[in-house]
Structure formats: structure tokens, C-alpha cells
């Protein structure tokens, strides 16, 4: 193979491998079970950190992580509780995975990107426990956002009033 | 100076003929360069502060835009700078325009990992991020003729790799500050094994010069952050854990030196000896318990402490120990340059030593003369010694 050939290839690998990852969460996302969770601010001071909202999922367990470390898994149907890895019971229909660091179980939907015109509104009612995340999760248990509710509203209508 | 003035001082003291002058002007004339290096510096400059200038516009979060249409161009710009190079590359020998794409290209795939990330809401880490954006660009980076684009290359692929390894032993390593000893020893390892990586293959040869210079710095910082926390009794709270991929990177280090076929043994053994000296000086309560301090003339108490015992004396002593056997070798192989900065740094570290035991004398007339003349004293036994001292390490295989 010559050099223009390998130039074709090295010029559409990154294309190829980021067209690969938008199909590959637009599909998770809109291909899960829907879940709405309720969310919070868990530390005023660092809620909002740049252009994106931080804060803690409610995943509706009673006992959370505690002294457990690592891989993890929520289960939400038919019974909410949080297992290590590998742990699930088998009749869970519906579950997220995820890990647990610092007594907090994490699942890379923490974050949720907002216009930094809105941010300080928006934070304040995620602060208000507001907020609700609208999550596709798929039978992998892997979770993806599609939306941000407050006050049971898309974010976008509610911000619109603002305008 | 220029070349054309030195060639001028040569011809007027005879060291050349008026013929082989005028050849050589000649023999310039012709081979001169088309391209030169600030053009290219300032055309790539502006390559990536465009591509900056995108990434702005991608974190302003227009809420307004549909995703779909923030995708749609982003992927269409991707493909017309893909086209741009491909149609500059032909060219490439006599324009800066295929490297000013190419650059502009490769920045245009981190901005779309940014984007990406904005409009599925990823929680993923800035450090996996840019591992993916050097892992798709990695074939691309073989292409960049400019010193500066394989730096910029290796410089976040050397962020995204680092960083990446640490958090495999420790996950939330930006909440675990504790742990950046982990990663200030495993930067120069790491870096290090790639270097020796990137000398056995012809086509990772032109990252070699960039991963020299970021081993360099990062050997330095991880060298004097050991030394200042050691000295000071500090990093007495981690886990061992936290060091797993350093030890490995050292163990394919130590293999790398051993096989490396332009070492002779002394290089080797000098290698070696720095690497293990290294490893227990980040490695937790070996040789420092963070409790024993010797003050030479401080007014802290040190009974019960040997001298040898401190690990205000330790430390000084290992850092003059690494950096001398990284001298020898330095010398030894006839690095010129690494050996000036490196000797550079022992005649530091000896003032610092001094100002560590005198700091309260350095404060009184006496105390300043004598640490004047102990810098001008090591500055001139540097200056006069190190050519000897070269000479000397040069030797010493025979």
C-alpha cells in the first residue's frame, strides 16, 4: 500500500471512529426503557461547575454504597437496591451499572451540559430538588440522558418562560 | 551569529579558500529551504487557535441549535479538512498548508469529542478523552512533518495515557489529590519506555525528540516534588496500590535499558542504579517515616534521630545520588547538553542544601557573604570542573 492510500485511512479512522460514537449513544439512548429519577445538588458550592450542572442521582435505594468500592449495580425493577458486581438477583428486570467511590454510586450520568445564561436559574431548582433526569437504560444496564425535567417540565420550556 | 558571517571570519583568517568560500555560499544558494520554521510556527499557531476558537463555540452550549444541525456541521467540516489535506499532500514539501490542515483537523476531532460529550451529556473523564482523540489520530501524527505537531500529539496523548493508568488503580483520582505522587512517578517511566519504544522503530522516530523532552521535565519535577515532600515529612498517607502502573512502567524500563544495544554495562548499571534509587524514594515508608527530622541548626528537637536516620538528610542525599549517576551517564554517552543541566542541578541542589541547614545564619551579614561565595564558588567549580568531570565519565568504561 503507498503513502496516499494510508493518508485516506489515517483521515477517515477518526471520522469513521466519532460518526461510530454518536450512533452508538444516540442509540442508547433512545433505544432503553425509560426511567425518570429524581436528582440534588450534593454540595451547593460545587454545583455548578462551568457549563454543566453536577448532582447526585436519587436512585430511590435506601442503603447506599457505604464501605463498598468499585463496580456496582443498581437494580430498579422489581426491586430497588444497590449489589456489587455480579451480585444482581436474578429476577432484576431493570438496572444501571455503574461504581461505587467514596460511599457514592456513579454511572456517568452525572452531568448534564446547560447555556451558561441559564445556569444560575437552573441550578437553583435542581438545588430546590426540582429536578428529575429522564434516562434510557438499556437491557446492559447501561444508562444514557435524554432529558432534564423541572418541576416535571422539559428544561427547555422552563427556560423559555425565563427568557 | 550568522553562518554567512562565521564563513566570512574563516575565509579573512584563512581556515578556507576563496574557492571553497564561494562553493559553499553556492552550494546554500541552492539548497536553501523554501519554508521556514516561524512561518510554519505562526501558520500552525493560528491552525490551533482556531481550532480553540471552535472549542469555545461547542462549550457555549447553543441551547437553541439543534443537536442535529451542531453534529451535521461539525462532521461536514471534518470532511472538507480531510478533503484539504488529502488535496494538499502532494504539496506538502513546498507550502505549509498541509500541516496548517492537518492540525486544524486533528483539533477539529478533539473539539467533536467536546461536542459529542455535550450533546449526550457523557460524565467521562478529560483524561479518556483525549486517549481516544490520540488513538484516532495516531496514524494521522505519522504524517505531520512539523516538529511542533508531533509535539502537540505527544504532548496529550502523554496527558490522556498518564492519567488514564493512574485512575485504573485509583478511579477518582481529581478527588484523591493524595495520589499525585503515583502519577508525578509514573510520568517519567512511562514517558521513558516510550521513548526506548519509539528508537527501535523507524516510524515513531520523529516522536523520539519530543518524549526526550517531556522524560526530561517530568524526571525533573518528579525529582524535586519527592525531594520537597521527603524533606518536609510530608507524603506519609498512601496507598501502595496507587503505584502499581509505575512499577510496572519501571520493570519495562529496566528491560528496555538492559536490551538497549547502544548501552554499554557502566550505562546500564548507572540507568539502573538511578531508577531503583528513584522507585524507593517515591516507594511509601521504606526509607522515610514522615517523623524524623534532623535540623542542623534549626530549633527543632532531633534526639533520638541518627543523622542518617532523617529524612531531611535522606532526601538531599538520594536527589544528589540520582542525579549524579544520571551525570555519569549523561557524560558517558556524550549527551552534552544533559550533562551541563544535569551537573547544573547538583551545584543547585547543594545551595539549597546549605540554605536548608543555615537558613537562620543566611539571615545575618556573615551568613550572606558566605552563601554568596558558596554559590559563585559552586558555580565556578561547575564551570571549570565539568569538562574534566565529562572527560573523566568518559573514561570510565575503559
Redesign the interface.
Known sequence: MNR?S??????????L???S??YL??AQ?NRGTEVILPISGFDPRDLLS???LIYRVDYGVAEGCGAQQGQASVCLRPTRGLYPAGALPEDCTLFIHG?C??GVF?A?????????A?AYALEQQVRDHKGELVLGVDSQGNA??RDLLLDGKPW?NV?GGMD | MTSITKLNQWLQAGLITPAQHANILSFEAEHRQHSNGWLYSFMILGAAIIGLGVISLIAANWATIPETVKLGVDFALLTLLALGVFWQYPKRHNGVWFEVLLVGFMLLCLASIGLIAQVFHLGGKWYHALLFWAAITFLLSLFARNLFTRFFWVTLLLQGLIWSLVALTNPNISEHWEALPSVLLLAPLLIAVLYYATTHSKLLRGFTSSLFFWFQIAAIIALAFADIVRSGGEMTDYQVAWFVPAYVAAVLLAVGILLHKEYRWLNKLLLLGALGLLLLYYHPDLLFNGQSRYSLFGSQAHAGVGFWQADDIRAPLLTLTILFLYALHAGNSGHQRTFNLITFLIGLRFVILYFQAMGGLAATGVGLIISGSLIIGITWLWYKGRDRLREWTKRLQA
Open positions: 496516499r494510508w493518508l485516506i485511512i489515517a483521515l477517515v479512522v477518526p471520522i471512529a466519532l460518526a460514537s454518536v449513544k444516540n439512548r462551568g457549563h454543566y461504581q467511590d467514596g456513579s456517568g450520568i452525572e452531568r448534564f451540559y446547560i447555556p451558561e441559564y444514557a440522558i427547555k427556560v
